[in-house]
C-alpha cells in the first residue's frame, strides 16, 4: 500500500514447494486407489490376457485441484465463503486477540499486522502458529508489509533491518538474492505467509522527490523497467524459496503520481498508458512461477480509464491486468478501510466495485468496516447473479492460492 509518512532473463525458475508437495500428495493418492482396486474380469471375446494390456489414464493435477476446491466450498455457508475474500487489519504491536477473533468467529481470508512491531520472530511464531490451529485445514493468510527502509512492519530480533528498495536495487545481483532469501527465511520463521512486497512502480529519474507516495521514500528498485524487473524479482524468488508469496504492487503503477492515495483524494495519473513499461513491468513479474499476487492501485488512470479508480475498473484490472496481460492468480486490493482516496464511497460499496472489477481479496486496514463490506457483497450476490458469479471465481481463485500457498489441506 502507499506508506503513510507517520507510521527476467537470468532468474531462477521456482516451483513453490507447496503447491509441488500437494500435488505429488494428491497424484500419490489417486494412483494408490487405482492400484487397489479389483481388475475387470476379460470377457470371453476378449482374447488372451497376454495380448489385451491394461492401461489407465493419468490422472490430471487440475482436475484433482478443483475437486479438491468442490469439497472445500461443500463445507462451508455463504458468509463463510464470502468472508475468504477479505484480508483484515490487526495492530501488529499486539496482534493475538484481534487475530483470533477474527479468524476464529469470523473466517476471514487473512489478517495484516498493521503498524509496526519490535516482537522478536519466535515470539510472533507463537502467536501464528495458534492462529494456524483454530483453522488447521483452511488456514488465514498472515500478511505484512516487509520492504524495507520506512516501510518494515517487523523489526525485533530475528528480522534484518533492510535497506529501502531503491538501495537494494543498487546491490550486486548475489547480495540481493541473498537479501531475498534472508527475507523469506525471517518471514517464514514467525510464520508469516504474504510479504504485501515487492514494490514494482517505476519512478522516472529526476521525480523521485515529486513522487509522494513511492519515490520520496526510496521504494522504487529503479528508475526504469530494465532495473526494476530483476530486483524485483529476485525478492520475489527469495521469498518463494520458503514458501512465503510476494506481492507486487501498485498496478497499473504509483511511480507518475504526485499525490498519495492514503491521505489524498483524487489522485490523478495523466500519463501512463496500457502500453507503458510501467505496465509491462507488472505482466513479466506477475507471470513468475513465484506465483504472486498482484495489488491495485487506488488511483485513477486518465488514459487507461478515466471514470474510476484503478481498484473499481474492470477496465483496469479485468480487461488490462486478467485480459491483455494474462493474469490468472489473486488481485488483492490496496487499503479500502482507511485510504483517504475512498472515503467518498460507503464501505459495502467499496468491496463490491472491487469484487465487480475483478478483484479476489479486499484489504481493509480498518476492522470496522468489515461487517458493512460483507453484508454488501452479499446482498448484491442475491441481488445479481452475474455477481454472483464474480463472488463464485474469486473465492475459487482465493481458494487455490491457499493450495499453492500450503495454506489448504
Known amino acids: 500500500m502507499p506508506f503513510r509518512g507517520g507510521t527476467a532473463p537470468g532468474r531462477r525458475v521456482l516451483l513453490p514447494r507447496r503447491l509441488a508437495a500437494a500435488l505429488t500428495v494428491l497424484l500419490l493418492l489417486v494412483l494408490a486407489a487405482c492400484g487397489g482396486s479389483e481388475p475387470r474380469s476379460a470377457s470371453p471375446s476378449s482374447g488372451p490376457t497376454s495380448s489385451s494390456p491394461t492401461t489407465s489414464a493419468a490422472p490430471d493435477p487440475a482436475a484433482l485441484l478443483e475437486a479438491q476446491l468442490d469439497a472445500v466450498l461443500a463445507g462451508m455457508d455463504r458468509r463463510r465463503q464470502v468472508a475468504q475474500l477479505f484480508v483484515v487489519g490487526v495492530p501488529a504491536a499486539d496482534p493475538s486477540d484481534a487475530g483470533t477473533a477474527f479468524i476464529r468467529d469470523t473466517g476471514v481470508g487473512g489478517v495484516f499486522l498493521r503498524g509496526r512491531s519490535a516482537a522478536a520472530a519466535t515470539d ?68 508469516i505467509t504474504l ?143 482507511a485510504a483517504r482516496a475512498v472515503q467518498d464511497i460507503p464501505p459495502g460499496e467499496r468491496a463490491v466495485r472491487f469484487l465487480a472489477a475483478g478483484g479476489t481479496l479486499v484489504l481493509t486496514v480498518t476492522p470496522a468496516v468489515l ?32 493450495v499453492t500457498g500450503g495454506l489448504l489441506a
Not at 125 to 153: C, F, I, M, N, S
Open 124 to 191: 510472533l511464531a507463537a502467536v501464528t502458529a495458534a492462529w494456524a490451529a483454530l483453522t488447521p485445514g483452511l488456514r488465514a493468510w498472515v500478511a505484512v508489509d516487509q520492504e524495507g527502509g520506512a516501510v518494515q512492519t517487523l523489526s525485533g530480533p530475528g528480522f534484518a533491518d533492510l535497506p529501502p528498495a531503491v538501495e537494494q536495487g543498487a546491490l550486486p545481483p548475489d547480495q540481493l538474492a541473498q537479501l531475498g532469501d534472508g527475507l523469506g527465511a525471517s518471514l517464514a520463521a514467525a510464520g
Open 371 to 402: 461487517p458493512a463490506m460483507m453484508d454488501a457483497v452479499l446482498a448484491r450476490a442475491d441481488a445479481d447473479p452475474a455477481f454472483a458469479a464474480q463472488v463464485d471465481a474469486a473465492v475459487r481463485t482465493a481458494l487455490r492460492a491457499k
Open 195 to 337: 510479504d504485501l512486497a515487492p514494490v514494482a512502480d517505476v519512478v522516472p529519474a529526476g521525480s523521485e522527490r515529486r513522487n509522494e507516495p513511492i519515490g520520496a521514500f526510496g521504494r522504487q528498485y529503479g528508475a526504469t523497467a530494465a532495473a526494476v524487473v530483476p530486483a524485483a524479482g529476485a525478492v520475489l524468488d527469495g521469498l518463494a524459496a520458503h514458501g512465503v508469496t510476494a506481492t507486487v504492487k501498485h498496478f497499473p503503477g504509483l511511480g507518475r503520481v504526485v499525490g498519495n492515495t492514503d491521505d489524498s483524494a483524487g489522485v490523478v495519473d495523466t500519463v501512463t498508458t496500457r502500453d507503458d513499461e510501467q505496465v509491462a513491468v507488472f505482466g513479466t513479474l506477475a507471470a513468475s512461477p513465484a506465483a504472486p499476487f498482484v495489488m491495485t492501485s487506488s488511483a485513477t488512470y486518465a488514459l487507461i480509464d478515466p471514470d474510476a479508480p484503478a481498484a473499481f475498473s474492470p477496465v483496469v484490472v479485468t480487461d488490462l491486468l486478467r485480459g491483455e496481460l494474462g493474469f490468472a492468480g489473486v488481485v488483492i486490493s490496496d487499503d479500502l478501510g
